[in-house]
């Protein structure tokens, strides 16, 4: 009874194989793109806009990547989750996790996308409107950053209730589970020493600990499989 509502389940199926060597691959991925996050510099108003719009192409394409894996990591999670949902912390953290992901993805989507259909319409605007572009600028970063707080908060949250559970489970699955609530309360912590504000170091930061518990998570669901397997062969 003890195993009824475990996240990983002593008999794993291929499609929990699958989701596993998945969750690996999209946040592998999702580091190399963060890795090469273009930043826009301008000395001026007009200069910030032109440096937008000549990274646009590069700008769009990590972005769309990271939401691509942002959303497939969410999937594979909820794929992860599905054996021990009659749990309330698997379902809170489900649910957290989710607004997170909506948050993160609407952030992505202002800073790859909005921003450098924003510069690229302002360029062939008007002189006066040219003049009010770093202050639309900065109302877009203003929402990412706010986005981006929220997303951290919830999705933090949401490993931290994933955490909680499987302490009662494995010992592999105990170590992790500690380990999340480690990251998660440090993450926060971090968040409130900085204001808010997440550069892209910052979030690199937030990427390279998330990944590296995505892919711990994914390494116990082919540990649990490797398992069951080596019973049935006996």
Request: net charge positive.
């Amino acid at each position: 009874m003890k195993d009824q509502h475990m996240l990983v389940n002593s008999n794993p199926t291929a499609s929990q194989r699958k989701t596993a060597i998945t969750l690996i691959t999209v946040n592998v991925l999702s580091l190399f793109a963060m890795a090469h996050h273009p930043t826009a510099h301008g000395e001026s108003g007009t200069g910030l806009l032109n440096a937008l719009v000549a990274m646009g192409g590069l700008n769009q394409f990590i972005h769309g990547a990271l939401i691509a894996t942002t959303l497939i990591t969410w999937l594979c999670l909820v794929e992860f989750s599905t054996s021990g949902f009659k749990h309330w912390l698997v379902r809170n953290a489900l649910l957290l996790y989710s607004f997170g992901t909506l948050a993160m993805t609407g952030a992505a989507l202002i800073n790859g996308f909005v921003s450098i259909r924003l510069a690229d319409q302002l360029l062939h605007a008007s002189a006066d409107l040219q003049q009010g572009g770093p202050l639309l600028l900065q109302f877009s970063w203003a929402v990412n950053q706010t986005l981006v707080g929220f997303a951290v908060i919830a999705m933090c949250a949401g490993i931290a209730c994933w955490s909680l559970h499987l302490c009662s489970g494995s010992k592999h699955a105990r170590i992790l589970g500690i380990a999340g609530l480690i990251m998660a309360i440090t993450q926060i912590g971090m968040q409130w020493i900085h204001h808010g504000n997440y550069d892209v170091h910052q979030m690199m930061v937030f990427v390279v600990w998330h990944a590296l518990w995505c892919i711990a998570i994914a390494f116990l669901m082919l540990g649990r499989e490797k398992h069951a397997n080596t019973v049935k062969a006996e």
